[in-house]
């Protein structure tokens, strides 16, 4: 019979490591738990200013839980990952840390910002008065350990999982790992309220969650990279009052996202009265991005798409 276990928030790590001895073993077709912690270690607490940021230590970043090993799993085999329910804590936070973010060079953003969000509700947080951003949890930090010895920094996304930001891996969605070590040993964490498309200034809205996933196995797949099925709609299903969107056209797909965000930005100051920093926060937790044209060199469309149900005054 299928067995569900539970993970407590103390057993965490900050690097993958295939030699590192799991918190849990399970079998395929069991259900696991996770108390998934907020990512900096204690860090950022509710009280925190953004004086916290100035002496942040990066390199306890992420806190993730885990590992889980998943017994029979081998490498070339596929791990199935079944979304259950991703459950909110209290609270979180969203900052834009400098250096960190998709417009690091520019001067409206070198220094730091931090903002406290009240989650209580379940379903929905107050950016500010006006402004009203809906809950749609998820893990920013999904993976199977890699194959390649040592330890390995969980800030980049790999073929194997990591930190994928895929924000349409809510609940009822399915994640489809290959694993590269014996036993897979999975973790997850960074679970954020709600993001944008590319998490443009460096975080979502970082929390504290109840993590419900469902494990199997697919033996001998050889999956080259992971792959997912999304629940529902690509876009908000909460959002009936439209977009506005700006775009940037260019040869550098890299500079056309930085330039539509920039845009936006623009537009949520003039018309929503936006600080750099709120604008650019409310960019990363609620705006979309699409890459609408690659096909007509020399340059690509980037669309950044702004849901204006957020705005409720």
Not at 219 to 241: C, H, I, V, Y
């Amino acid at each position: 019979m299928p067995q569900t276990y539970r993970l407590d928030k103390n057993a965490i790590h900050c690097r993958w490591n295939r030699d590192l001895p799991p918190a849990l073993t399970i079998d395929p077709g069991d259900t696991v738990i996770f108390e998934t912690p907020e990512i900096t270690r204690g860090q950022i607490t509710r009280e925190s200013t953004s004086e916290a940021l100035k002496t942040l230590e990066f390199a306890l970043i992420h806190q993730i839980s885990g590992p889980v090993a998943i017994r029979g799993a081998e490498p070339g085999d596929t791990l199935v990952v079944e979304i259950l329910d991703v459950k909110p804590k209290a609270w979180g936070y969203t900052f834009v840390l400098p250096g960190f973010n998709l417009l690091t060079d520019d001067p409206a953003f070198q220094e730091p910002f931090l903002m406290t969000w009240d989650l209580s509700e379940g379903t929905k947080a107050e950016f500010k008065p006006g402004i009203v951003v809906p809950l749609q949890p998820f893990c920013g930090v999904m993976g199977v350990a890699p194959g390649e010895p040592g330890e390995h920094n969980t800030v980049p996304p790999r073929r194997v999982g990591g930190n994928i930001d895929i924000r349409q891996l809510v609940a009822g969605s399915t994640l489809w790992l290959p694993i590269e070590a014996p036993g897979a040993l999975f973790s997850c964490g960074d679970v954020h309220g709600n993001q944008g498309d590319g998490e443009v200034c460096g975080t979502g809205i970082e929390m504290e969650s109840l993590v419900t996933l469902r494990f199997d196995l697919r033996k001998g797949e050889n999956l080259p990279e992971l792959r997912f099925q999304m629940s529902g709609r690509m876009t908000d299903a909460w959002n009936s009052a439209g977009w506005y969107c700006t775009t940037a056209h260019g040869p550098d797909l890299w500079q056309n996202t930085q330039q539509a965000i920039r845009y936006m930005i623009d537009w949520l100051k003039r018309e929503h009265g936006l600080t750099d920093h709120e604008a650019f926060a409310l960019c990363s937790v609620a705006c979309d991005l699409k890459i609408s044209e690659v096909v007509d060199a020399p340059n690509w469309i980037v669309t950044a798409a702004m849901p204006l149900g957020v705005f409720v005054g």
